[in-house]
Nanobody, 127 residues
Framework: QVYLAESGGGLVQAGDSLTLSCAASGRTFSSLVMGWFRQAPGKEREFVSTISWSGSSTYSTDSVKGRFTISRDNAKNTLYLQMNNLTPEDTATYYC????????????????????WGQGTEVTVSS
């Protein structure tokens, strides 16, 4: 079992930055593929970013490339999402997810590969 708890969401203005954190427990964090997803009101949950065990491999959806950076600190069992130059289109509830599948170089954008999910943290970007 893996327990995930997101934090860091809030209300910001367009152009601002925000860093989300996801604290993990229950399993060896350094052996989990991690991901960030988001769900805007009235929309489907969508992939944002993913990161491999060591952090050497990452992948982000096109709409956030160059603005969002996913990272992890395995010593602190924590996943991060640094979000810069936020726009109203980034308004959503952000979820972190953990996968026990794959190996050291694995990264996943398919939510079906993730078995564990946090409760989410809300990000609202005003124009």
């Amino acid at each position: 079992q893996v327990y995930l708890a997101e934090s860091g969401g809030g209300l910001v203005q367009a152009g601002d930055s925000l860093t989300l954190s996801c604290a993990a427990s229950g399993r060896t964090f350094s052996s989990l593929v991690m991901g960030w997803f988001r769900q805007a009101p009235g929309k489907e949950r969508e992939f944002v970013s993913t990161i491999s065990w060591s952090g050497s491999s990452t992948y982000s959806t096109d709409s956030v490339k160059g603005r969002f950076t996913i990272s992890r600190d395995n010593a602190k069992n924590t996943l991060y999402l640094q979000m810069n130059n936020l726009t109203p289109e980034d308004t959503a509830t952000y979820y972190c997810a953990a996968s026990t599948f794959g190996g050291a170089g694995s990264i996943y954008f398919d939510p079906r590969r993730y078995e564990y999910w946090g409760q989410g943290t809300e990000v609202t970007v005003s124009s």
